[in-house]
């Protein structure tokens, strides 16, 4: 399996956005890799199960659902390349149901969020998630060339944006503080991680932040988005507005109304995330005076 791998590796990671492939690696090469010395042709439902349990107990199960999307479609490529005769996937459980994509965190669930994030980098990346809206990729894997700090400004370059489209975020005051407190690394141009690259470590985190606030309801960190866009939009930010924030190319800002309206918002995207934030700021301030 190990060698069909790299096959696949190098035959699709052409056009594929750096952090996409950095995700097939880590699961194919990491949590698949005790299979790697089995031929396709051998590989059992019953060994892709046992390795599930594995990667569930050990990286938490949304890890394990991914790992599973990841390895069933590297089959159907297989299978497409005549390597493989069958998806050995099909047929196994998932490790655990996915959660709906409508949630949005409460005040209340938001200030239990933000006091327990540490003063690590997950910590801190969880924060800069629920104050900017971006995604929680583009967040883990910013570097330092991409900050203005002076103008409090963050440029995403195109490749690094899911809709290939470069993105200016206007930076709030909390952020700016959680930025230009955040130690710089001598050997990685990454704000956040460890070694040489961005931070990779989220399925752990996760379950070890949910084991503390214990939340009604499950919800992942791409809810923190979804929280922030309907915050916003509660506030009174305007829709179009909303949009130009998490660089969303629809509604106003797709199809033919794209094409003429160019407008880059960035007045707008200050007032909002400002707005945002400090909304942010005073629930968490009065959730720590209610204990």
């Given at each position: 399996?190990?060698g069909?791998v790299s096959?696949?590796?190098?035959?699709?990671?052409?056009?594929?956005?750096?952090?996409t492939?950095?995700?097939?690696?880590?699961?194919?090469?990491?949590?698949?890799k005790?299979?790697?010395?089995?031929?396709?042709?051998?590989?059992?439902r019953?060994?892709?199960a046992?390795?599930l349990d594995?990667i569930s107990?050990e990286?938490?199960?949304?890890?394990?659902?991914?790992?599973?999307?990841?390895?069933?479609?590297f089959?159907?490529w297989?299978?497409?390349?005549?390597l493989?005769e069958?998806?050995?996937?099909?047929?196994?459980?998932?490790?655990?149901?996915q959660v709906a994509r409508?949630?949005?965190?409460?005040?209340?669930?938001?200030?239990?969020v933000?006091?327990?994030?540490?003063?690590?980098?997950?910590?801190?990346i969880?924060?800069?998630?629920?104050l900017?809206?971006q995604?929680?990729?583009?967040?883990?894997?910013?570097?330092?060339?991409?900050?203005d700090?002076?103008?409090?400004?963050w440029?995403?370059?195109?490749?690094?944006?899911?809709?290939r489209?470069?993105?200016?975020?206007?930076?709030?005051?909390?952020?700016l503080?959680?930025?230009?407190?955040?130690?710089?690394r001598?050997?990685?141009?990454?704000?956040f991680?460890?070694?040489?690259?961005p931070?990779?470590?989220?399925s752990?985190?996760?379950?070890?932040?949910?084991?503390?606030?214990?939340?009604?309801?499950?919800?992942?960190?791409?809810?923190?988005r979804?929280t922030?866009?309907t915050g916003?939009?509660?506030?009174?930010?305007?829709?179009?507005v909303?949009?130009?924030v998490?660089n969303h190319?629809?509604?106003?800002?797709?199809?033919i109304?794209?094409?003429?309206?160019?407008?880059?918002y960035?007045?707008?995207?200050?007032?909002a995330?400002?707005l945002?934030?400090?909304?942010?700021?005073?629930?968490t301030e009065?959730?720590?005076?209610?204990g």
């Open positions: 399996m190990g069909v096959r696949y590796i190098a035959s699709v990671e052409k056009g594929l956005r750096p952090s492939v950095y995700s097939l690696n880590n699961h194919l090469n990491f949590h698949w005790p299979l790697h010395g089995i031929p396709l042709s051998s590989l059992r019953a060994d892709i046992a390795q594995i107990a990286r938490g199960p949304h890890a394990a659902n991914r790992a599973r999307v990841v390895l069933s479609t089959f159907s297989a299978m497409g390349a005549g493989a069958s998806n050995p996937v099909i047929g196994t459980n998932r490790p655990t149901i409508d949630r949005v965190l409460s005040d209340a669930e938001l200030v239990a933000w006091k327990v994030c540490g003063d690590d980098d997950f910590g801190r969880v924060r800069l998630l629920a900017t809206g995604r929680r990729d583009e967040v883990a894997q910013m570097v330092w060339d991409e900050l700090l002076a103008a409090g400004v440029t995403l370059p195109a490749p690094r944006s899911k809709n489209r470069p993105h200016d975020i206007p930076l709030s005051a909390p952020v503080d959680i930025l230009s407190t955040q130690p710089r001598v050997d990685s141009p990454f704000l991680g460890r070694g040489a690259g931070y990779s470590g989220f752990r985190s996760k379950v070890r932040l949910d084991a503390k606030i214990k939340l009604k309801r499950p919800w992942v960190l791409h809810d923190l979804r922030c866009a916003m939009a509660n506030l009174g930010i305007l829709p179009h909303v949009e130009a998490l190319v629809s509604g106003s800002r797709g199809g109304a794209g094409v003429y309206n160019r407008a880059s960035a007045t707008e995207k200050r007032a995330l400002d945002w934030s400090a909304h942010i700021m005073k629930v009065a959730g720590d005076e209610t």
